[in-house]
């Protein structure tokens, strides 16, 4: 199982986020989209996985999807469908993605995540987190290794909690 990427702490404090759906970061997003289509330009290039449009996030996200004629991992591995990941759109440049619950809470404590708006309604897994946008070259390449934990989760490489809610998350 995926528990620990040796992540370093985020610099500086957490980002403001939406306590409502679209759960959304406020603040501290980077200038532009680079880093964040960076990101999902090296996940789109793993095998089984395919970039489409998200199929629960706001309109113009862009999701990491597992393609059918891979393995996959449980249910709490995907938000919808087999998608395990999206980055959002409209300036927010955050992402959510499902996590192996012991790097979930790694993350959080390090600063890199915090639990989907959904988690706290008891309306999605605790292995649904949203990953902070990061802000520059160095936060990239965090926030990748935590896309690439996801798409390992999503294959069958870690597991989380037996319960799936089948809730919807955005």
């Known amino acids: 199982m995926i528990t620990k990427v040796g992540l370093p702490r985020r610099a500086g404090e957490r980002p403001r986020a939406t306590t409502s759906i679209p759960h959304s970061q406020l603040d501290q997003q980077p200038p532009d989209i680079g880093e964040l ?11 089984h996985v395919e970039l489409q449009p998200s199929r629960i996030a706001v309109d113009g996200s862009r999701a990491l999807v597992l393609t059918p004629d891979s393995g996959h991992g449980p249910p709490e591995a995907f938000m919808a469908g087999q998608e395990f990941c999206h980055g959002h759109a409209g300036g927010d440049f955050s992402l959510h993605a499902t996590l192996p619950l012991p790097l979930a809470e790694e993350a959080q404590r390090r600063g890199w995540a915090e639990p989907h708006y959904l988690v706290h309604a008891g309306q999605a897994p605790p292995t649904v987190v949203m990953l902070y946008a990061p802000r520059d070259e160095t936060e990239r390449r965090v926030i990748l290794r935590l896309v690439r934990a996801s798409y390992q989760f999503a294959l069958g490489g870690g597991n989380g909690p037996s319960a799936h809610s089948g809730g919807h998350v955005d």
């Open 37 to 47: 289509d960076a990101i999902l330009a090296v996940a789109a290039t793993w095998p």
